[in-house]
Each structure stands twice: as structure tokens, then as C-alpha cells.
């Protein structure tokens, strides 16, 4: 087999879940779902449980997709990794289930409710539909403003729970900590209940250090069994993409992320500046060539902007031999990033109306 | 003034709650108030907070007064105690508000939530109707199947309280203790949300077991007043009616208490066998009288059959001077027992469905 250049096979840190925790790698799909960039690259790299929604895809049964979103901070390029999941899985035929944790970040980040509500439209729902999302086939809501039977399943849940468990996850454990978890797994696995879906399959994607809350939701899934009829939850696993400084993206943090939203020119300028796989001299690294890998700027060419794997070879080619050197190379992702931007926030602009009427649309205030 | 013998003025083991945690005598309002026999005769003997209620009362402004029901067990002798003055406190004009603790009965004594439905019907909403509520001028909830503002004030409120203040009140936490907490904040405090009544005087009638829990909760209502403008709930505090046998009367010892929905016969043997404040011998009984302040069978006349005090009083003295022995004397109250069993079961077959109609009032399923 020929080497691929442009996919990710070291899951360096994550090792431990598939040995320790029993995470299974997503590989055996990947062919399958190769229509989905992520998967075909390999940023997508783990599950558990997603046989069940192979099979529900090939056999055009129906399942369902949850995911949950944190409405603090401006929706960034790790951000849309995630959307661009929830849009593949909703164009496989996944009933799609979005949660904006807002009961959360009021507890664990102080964000009061009226400001996660404007945050979860603004820069959440706004950019999916933007982005592709079918808002007449999503259902939506807030955990602060939602139907009995969602937190009638929060409520007995926390009978499944002990605090070992949770501790074991969270640390010392508080009321915010408890409530949000509890939260989540309703969030879950409401979908299933017989006034949503019914028993249903239920993929979650999510990043890799979501692990630990996928296990408990579906450690709660099976002890529910006495009362609850639940498929327990699928999840994928992708890994992050990295911040532009090297580290971690991070919405509180402008310096490591582009938002969305963000003004064309201020993003063209993150680019410029961002930290790159280049050598200390432009000599060293017309001789030995770049290192992608460890390059920012190459990872919004792998993530986000070139979706054809020959164009992406060749960029990764470019750098390898030395033939481009970064200051070009970022001058190419700069404009890319700006015409995206140009583009998307005319979309955005479109898009607002139907964001607004999602954010209500269960909505009992 | 003369000595009132059917005024409990002893308050032992209640004295600490004035001393140590503030709890003001109910002696000031108790002329204005002498209506109900539990204020008359001092078996309602604190308060938090009543000058408000009071105030209401007496300007006719709008007040709330709210109630929980633990639907676990028979409805005994001791409910109908809380039943009588929460029916008082709706004459009075209350906005009248009843929660059925489901969610805490299934996490506290695992009592299945469908099971705790029928009993909070059953037990508890038939008996207060047949007892005197009015049905049409009530809120009735289940904590498990309610509307959002009920659920988002429960999770905010989350916020304000530490595990410490929780420990002290609860013990050794766990999930459970938590949520039931909170959903009982919740209880008390969401008649004023703006969904609701407004802000507005609200008074909860409690046994003075529950002040720990009302101290919370009035913490918490002053805490979110950077959200929500709420009063402090008030609360009046009883003293508990003893069992059959002395001791604790309890819904899971039916040799302690007679339910409401008991049959007749069952009732008079159980009065026919109550402790007494007799003596060892008829004859020490004849020469030195009975102690009614010892005897369950006295109890029944004090807090519900025998309203009229001189009535009440004749009683008192009967069997202080040992004018009437023990066997008599029961005989005396099984008959008022059995005749108001079965005038009020009849009128529980009245209440019925007006009882199933309150139940389901609220009802999101």
C-alpha cells in the first residue's frame, strides 16, 4: 500500500482508549464512509457501538444523531469540524437531535441564560444552517427549556449514579458538575423515549476526551432497563484539531482560533501569523524540507479546505521537498481561508432566519 | 388568665429551633387567628416569616401558600392535620399550590413513579377534596411531569447552594439527596416566577421537622435575586401528632396510625387498643385521675374530632379527675371515628374525579 500522506495514522495519545478502555479504532469503516473527509483522513479514528449504525445505514433503518453544543465563545474551525459530522450523518438519514448546553456553561462557566440563548443562535445554529444543516429535519433545544419527559429522564437517572462513578470522571464533584452530567445523558438518550423515537441506535460524534461521558451515558442506557427501553448510545471519535499557535483551539483564547464570524481580514492576518511546520532558516528548509505535521497553517488545508486528497498531496509534497517555502504557503491558505469567509457569511446572512425559528422551535419558556 | 388545659404550651424539644435557629413563636397571631383549632390550641406553634402573610390576610392581598405531598404510604390522621390547614389557608384566600414528590419519592424511597401517581391520587388529592379543598382554585404537579420555569429554577438554583450547607441539612450526599433538594426549592419557589403568580408572599405549612429545609430554601430564594425577584418564603411550623402506640405516628406502620380510606371497623379496633395515659389499676385511675396529655386517645379529640373547646374541656377534666376510666373513653372516640370514616368515605367517593381531574391538570406526560 502506498503511503498516504494525507492521513493521520498516529493516535500517539489517544493509545490508552483502545487498550485501556476499550474504544475500538474506526478503521473497518473507513472505506465505507469515505465520502466524509474526517473518516477518510483519519481524524475520525475511533468508536464504540457504531455497528449498529452501519447497519442502520446500509439498511436504511433509522437511527438518530445527537450532539451537544457549549453556547460560549465564538463557533471556530474546531467548531466546524463537528457541524460538517452532524451534516454527514443527517445526509446519511440520521433524525437529528441538537442540545445547547446551556443549563451547563450557566453552571460551570456562569453564562446566564439569555446570553447562551443569543450565543446558541448567533454562532452555533447560524453557522450549521450556513454550513448545510436541514433545520426542518432537526429537532433542537435548551436544557433550561425543554419537555417533562427529557427532565423526568435526568431526574431518575441520577438514581444510576454514584458519586464514585462520577468522581472517577469529574473530580470533586458540586451541584453544577452533577446537574450538567445527568443533563447530558438525557440529552443522550431522550431521543429514544416513547414520546420521541422509541428505541432507536444514536451516534454521538464527538472529540476523544468526550470518552469518559459516552461510557457513563451508556453505563446509565443499560441500568435504565428496568423502566427506560434504550439502544445504548454510539459514539465516533475524532481527534482536535490543533490551535493556531500550536496547542490546543480554544474559543476563550482568540489567539488560537477563527471564528466563523470573523472579519475576513483580521482571519487572513491569524493566518499570516499563525505557527508553521517551517525550518529555522529558509536555507535549512529549502535543504530538508517543512514538517506539515507539526504545521497549523497545513491543518486547515487537511481539515477544512482542500477536500481532494491529490491537491492535498501535493501541498504536503510541496512543503516536504522545499519547494514552498511558509510565508507562500500561508499566503495561499490566507486567501482560501478569506474567500471561505467571504462566502460562509453570506450564507450566515441567509441563514440567520431559520436559526432564530430552530432556537424556538421547542422552545416553552 | 385561666389555665387553657387544650393549649399545648410545652414546646421541649422544639426549643432549640427559637434559641439556636431563629424560629419565631406563632403566639403572637394566634388570637387573630383562633379559627383553626391547631392555631387556637397551640399545636401550630412557630413561624417564619408570617407578618407578611398576616399582612396579606388582613390588606386581602394576593398571597401564595404551597404544600408537598410524599406520595408514599396511606393517607393517615396526621396528613389530614396538614390537609385541614391547607384547606384553612385557601379560604383565607391563598393562590393554592400542591406538588406531588414523586421524583423524590422514587430517588429517596424507590416507590416507582406510576405507583407514586395513583397515590398521590388515591391517598392524598381525594382526601383533601373530600376534606374540603377546592379543586378548581388549585395547581397541582407532579415534580416529574411539569413545564420548563419549574425545571430551569430547580438547575439555577443548583448554583447557590454548596455541599457543605447541603451536608449539614441531609447528611452523607448523595445523587439523590441532591436533586430531591432542589426539586423542593423549586416546590416552594416557582409560584412567583413571572409564569406564574409574581413575586408574592408565599407560606408553607410544615411540620417543624422541615425547618432545616426551609431555611435552605428561603438561602437559596435570597441568593437568586440576582435572577429572580422572589419573597422569602414564609412558613408556619406544627407540632407532630403522636402515634397509636406513642412514638412517631408513620405511614409505614400501620399499628401507629388509621388512614383516612380505612375501613370503619379496622379504625375502632385500633382506637379500642391505643396507648392511654391511664394508670396501672382502675382504682389508682379513680383516685388519681388519667394523664391526657399522655394518651393517644386524647389526641384524636385535640387535633380533630372535638372543635369546640368547652366540649374539649369537659373531656380534659373527665379524665383528670378519673371521673371516666380508659375502656369508656376509647369507646367515645371509636364512635366519633367510625362515624366521621364513614361521612368522609363518602365523600372521598364524591372527590374522585374531581381528584383524577386535578391530578392530570398539569400533566405534560
Redesign the interface.
Not at 143 to 148: G, P, R
Not at 173 to 176: A, E, K, M, T
Given at each position: 500500500m502506498e503511503f498516504d500522506p494525507w492521513t493521520i495514522t498516529d493516535i500517539g495519545d489517544y493509545e490508552d482508549l483502545f487498550h485501556k478502555f476499550g474504544m475500538e479504532p474506526f478503521e473497518k469503516y473507513k472505506a465505507r464512509y469515505s465520502d466524509l473527509r474526517y473518516i477518510r483522513r483519519g481524524i475520525v479514528f475511533g468508536h464504540r457501538g457504531f455497528d449498529k449504525i452501519d447497519a442502520a445505514i446500509q439498511g436504511k433503518k433509522p437511527f438518530a444523531m445527537m450532539t451537544g453544543l457549549m453556547p460560549s465563545g465564538r463557533f471556530h474551525f474546531g467548531h466546524k469540524m463537528v457541524a460538517d459530522e452532524i451534516i454527514w450523518f443527517q445526509r446519511k438519514g440520521a433524525r437529528t437531535y441538537i442540545a445547547a448546553a446551556d443549563?451547563e456553561s450557566?453552571?460551570m462557566r456562569n453564562i446566564?441564560?439569555p446570553e447562551a440563548r443569543k450565543t446558541a443562535v448567533e454562532e452555533y445554529l447560524t453557522n450549521y444552517i450556513a454550513l448545510g444543516l436541514d433545520p426542518k429535519k432537526a429537532t433542537f433545544w435548551f436544557?433550561?427549556?425543554?419537555?417533562?419527559?427529557y427532565?423526568?429522564l435526568a431526574?431518575?437517572a441520577?438514581?444510576e449514579?454514584t458519586?464514585n462513578e462520577?468522581k472517577a470522571i469529574y473530580g470533586d464533584?458540586?451541584?453544577?458538575k452533577?446537574?450538567s452530567a445527568?443533563?447530558q445523558a438525557a440529552d443522550i438518550l431522550h431521543p429514544q423515549l416513547p414520546?420521541f423515537e422509541g428505541m432507536m441506535p444514536t451516534v454521538v460524534p464527538v472529540g476523544a476526551d468526550q470518552d469518559p461521558h459516552i461510557r457513563l451515558t451508556r453505563d446509565i442506557a443499560a441500568r435504565l432497563n428496568h423502566?427506560y427501553k434504550l439502544e445504548l448510545p454510539a459514539a465516533t471519535f475524532h481527534r482536535f484539531m490543533e490551535g493556531l499557535q500550536g496547542g490546543k483551539m480554544s474559543s476563550s483564547d482568540p489567539k488560537s482560533h477563527i471564528a466563523l464570524s470573523e472579519e475576513p481580514k483580521s482571519a487572513r492576518k491569524k493566518i499570516m501569523s499563525a505557527t508553521t511546520g517551517g525550518r529555522a532558516t529558509l536555507e535549512e528548509q529549502k535543504k530538508l524540507g517543512g514538517i506539515p505535521e507539526n504545521c497549523a497553517v497545513y491543518k486547515f488545508y487537511l481539515y477544512h479546505f482542500v477536500d481532494d486528497d491529490k491537491d492535498l498531496k501535493k501541498i504536503y509534497e510541496e512543503c516536504k521537498s522545499g519547494s514552498i517555502m511558509c510565508g507562500d504557503c500561508k499566503k495561499r491558505c490566507a486567501d482560501m481561508m478569506e474567500a471561505f469567509l467571504i462566502e460562509h457569511q453570506k450564507k450566515r446572512e441567509k441563514a440567520r432566519g431559520d436559526a432564530i425559528k430552530l432556537a424556538e422551535s421547542n422552545s416553552?419558556?
Open positions: 443549563i450557566y453552571l446566564p441564560l436544557q433550561s427549556d425543554y419537555v417533562a419527559p427532565y423526568r431526574d431518575v441520577a438514581k449514579v458519586f462520577m464533584l458540586s451541584n453544577g452533577i446537574i445527568l443533563k414520546e423502566t416553552k419558556k
